[in-house]
Structure formats: C-alpha cells, structure tokens
C-alpha cells in the first residue's frame, strides 16, 4: 500500500507541478499511521525531525469535507508554525481523502511552480479538482489495505478458536487422565512401590501421548489413534483405560457401525471424549454408557451416564465453558448435530448424529 500511497504522492506533485507534497493518514493517537512525502530529499527529511502530529493546518485538513486552497499557508489563522529546518511554503492546496463519511486522510502540495496571481494561490480549480481525484484513488488503495488487514485478523480469530478447542479436546482430557494417574502412583509408592512403578509407566505413557496429541493439534493432523485402528477400536481402547482408571463403571458398545468417513470418525471421537470426560470429572456417576448406532449411511453416538446432572441453558448462559461448545462445534462441523439432555439429579444424556458418507 505504501507504494501505492508514494506513487500518488509523486503523481500528484509532477501533474499539477508543485514543489512538495504529502498524503497523511491520521492513526487513533494524535499522530500519523502514514505520512508520505514527495520533493524532500532524505537529508532535509532526517533534519526536519519527527512525524508531525495533528495540529495546525494538518488536523484541519483531516476534518475539511472540501478542498482548501490558500494563498499563504503561513498567514492562515490555523497555521501553527513548523520546525526551523523544514521547507518553506506559500501557496497551499490540499483535499481530504474520504471514505463515505469517513476521512481516511489527506493530501496536499504547497508551492506552484509557475508564476502566481499577485496575491492569489498559485493553485487552481482546476487543480483541486484533479488532485481530488488522485485522493480518490489513495482512498480505494487505504480501504482496500484496511479490508485486507480485517481479513487478515479474522482469519487469525477463526485460527485462533481452532487451535483452542483442539487444545481442550485432545489435550486436556489427556492432562486429567495423567494427574489422577501420578495421584494413584503417590498414593501407592509406600504400600506396593512395585504398583506404584507400573502406574508412574503410564505417567510417562500419558505425558508422550499428550505431547503428540499438542504436536497433532499444532499441525492439525488426525489423532494418530484413529488413523492406525479406526474410530470403533480407539473408543474401545480408551474406554477399557478409563474404566480401569477410574470408579466409576464405563462400558462400550457398538451396534453395527463401521468405518465412516475421517472428518466424521474424529468428531465423533472427540465428542465422546469430551462427554465422557465431563461425565468422569463433574457428574458422580457410578455408570457411564457410550454406544455407537448405526443411522443408514450414518451413525449416532449416546453417552450416558447415572450422576447428578446439570441445567444445560444455565451452563449456556454461563458461556466460559469450551467442552460443550466445542461438542457442539466439531458436530456441526462434519453437517451433524448434537443434543444435551439433562437436569438435576437426573444424570446426562449427550447425543451425537453424523450422516456418514
Ligand atoms: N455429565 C455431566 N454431569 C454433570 N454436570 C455436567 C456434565 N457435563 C457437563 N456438566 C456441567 O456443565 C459444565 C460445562 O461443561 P463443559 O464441558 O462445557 O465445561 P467444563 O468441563 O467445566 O470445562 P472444560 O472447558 O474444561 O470442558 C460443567 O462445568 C459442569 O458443571
Ligand atoms: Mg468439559
């Protein structure tokens, strides 16, 4: 963009031959986002000193709807003076830059080259009319720089909400896992050291896997899991694990579904996660069921547990909670839905359908 703004800049100054001249584009402090110049040579530009800030004419200009032609720049009541070192200027010409309603900014040229009306500004009508139109162009290049940049800033946020429910599917439930795991092995390493041995093993199994499961996250892969055994095998096997590792009873079952498409099979993998890590950190259960149905094409999948339950549009409400908004997320995201129900006292119920392929 700053090309764009410098070409202007020297466009304008060449066709309506002035001696200098400048776009500014005002930031949200008091000073200059952009100031370019054209017919100050680098040295003059070092010795003038800093940006200037928007006083004086400048600050004017940023707020002028109209062209402003003056004849001496210096004798308007609005001037505010300029340091010792920069150019010397008379006749003045500047037009705002504007979006709409909005002024992006504004540029101007001081001193006319060809001989002046007594008096009078070296600048025309005609000029201010054709360095209205070099503004016009400066603004299509400003909002296009903006959009842009917005663009730019959105894309970050989406990437940004990814990469955090990723973080809280894959990693987190590891993490948890992993701190009931080095609980058990502290509370064991006294009574039956070579127990407490077998459980500081899987300490250090959990820790590698969450490692990969951040790596996955960072780089967006598929869970290594699903890839090597499929969506039925790896719920099967995480769920053996946290039955064992936890009181409560966790069973699974699976009636008639196969291989499903990957998106699918990961979303489904990381809502039953999240529901059965809900159900194991918040409810009390002593049951918990997790059930995969076959859907035509398509599958369902049912976690279940018996534990004291919770008001769902009150947790929604609450909104600083990830795993059912990221639930909701990951289903809606392969084109299927998800439904919670519950109440207190009554256990949990969270559901999943997927189309399949
Ligand atoms: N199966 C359940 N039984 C009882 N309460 C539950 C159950 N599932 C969720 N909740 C309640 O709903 C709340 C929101 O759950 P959610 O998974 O969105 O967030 P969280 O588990 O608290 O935190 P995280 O962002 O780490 O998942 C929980 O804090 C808990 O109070
Ligand atoms: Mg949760």
Request: proline letters at 5%; glycine letters at 8%.
């Amino acid at each position: 963009m700053r090309d764009v703004l410098k070409t202007i800049v020297a466009s304008a100054r060449d066709l309506l031959d002035a001696e200098y001249a400048a776009l500014g584009v005002p930031d949200d402090h008091g000073g200059f986002a952009q100031f370019v110049v054209d017919g100050v040579s680098d040295e003059q530009w070092k010795a003038i000193g800093p940006l200037p800030r928007q006083h004086g004419i400048l600050a004017a200009m940023l707020h002028d709807k109209q062209a402003e032609r003056l004849p001496d720049v210096r004798k308007d009541p609005r001037f505010g003076g300029w340091p010792a070192t920069h150019p010397d200027m008379s006749d003045f010409l500047g037009v705002p830059i504007r979006d709409g309603d909005d002024t992006l900014g504004t540029l101007f040229l001081a001193n006319k080259r060809c001989p002046k009306p007594e008096g009078g500004c070296g600048f025309t009508e005609d000029d201010a009319e054709l360095l209205g139109i070099l503004a016009q162009h400066a603004a299509i290049a400003l909002t296009n720089a903006r959009l842009y940049e917005r663009s730019r800033e959105l894309t970050i946020t989406e990437e940004r909400t990814r990469l955090a429910h990723e973080l809280h599917d894959a990693v987190s439930q590891k993490l948890f896992s992993l701190r009931l795991t080095a609980q058990a092995a502290a509370a064991l390493v006294d009574r039956d050291p070579a127990r407490a041995k077998g459980e500081l093993q899987q300490v250090a199994a959990l820790a590698a896997e969450a490692a990969d499961e951040l790596r996955a996250a960072v780089v967006e892969l598929r869970p290594a899991a699903l890839e090597e055994d499929g969506l039925i095998n790896t719920l099967r096997t995480q769920i053996q694990v946290l039955d064992r590792a936890h009181s409560a009873e966790v069973t699974f079952e699976n009636c008639g579904v196969r291989a499903l498409p990957p998106a699918q099979e990961e979303a489904l993998l990381r809502v039953a996660q999240e529901a059965l890590h809900n159900a194991l950190r918040h409810s009390e259960a002593e049951h918990v069921s997790v059930v995969l149905i076959r859907r035509g094409q398509g599958a369902a999948l049912r976690v279940v547990d018996d534990g004291r339950g919770f008001e769902p549009r009150a947790v929604r409400r609450a909104g600083r909670h990830l795993g059912l908004v990221s639930m909701r997320h990951r289903a809606s995201g392969v084109g299927g839905r998800l439904i919670v129900k519950s109440a207190p006292g009554e256990g949990a119920t969270i559901e999943m359908e997927v189309p399949g392929g």
